[in-house]
């Protein structure tokens, strides 16, 4: 795959593939960098973009926060399971 760390949410790609290398996107949900809290993205922005992505079989990860106990953001759960429902 290629690996395609980003600041934002790039263009999405037209294809699933390429140069012979499958399409993957990195970056951060939090509102300042990895490992914060919230949301940078709503739901609908997300939605768009993830539908975009899955149209053409690329994939996407997110950075999300896990403070000292193990435990993910709240703020950050809710809104992948609302962007989830959407899908």
Same mark, same amino acid.
């Given at each position: 795959f290629t690996g395609g760390e980003s600041q934002y949410l790039v263009s999405p790609p037209t294809d /699933?593939?390429?140069?012979g290398l499958q399409w993957h996107g990195i970056t951060w949900l939090g509102l300042d960098g990895y490992g914060s $809290?919230?949301? /940078?993205?709503?739901?609908? $922005? !997300?939605? $768009?973009? !993830?539908? *975009?992505?899955?149209?053409?079989g690329a *994939? #996407?990860?997110f950075d999300v926060k896990i403070d000292q106990s193990g435990r993910l953001s709240t703020d #950050?759960?809710?809104?992948? *399971? *609302?962007?989830r429902a959407a899908l």
């Open positions: /699933r593939w390429s140069e $809290d919230g949301s /940078r993205y709503s739901t609908n $922005d !997300l939605t $768009d973009f !993830l539908t *975009a992505l899955k149209g053409v *994939a #996407q990860t #950050q759960i809710n809104t992948l *399971a *609302a962007v």
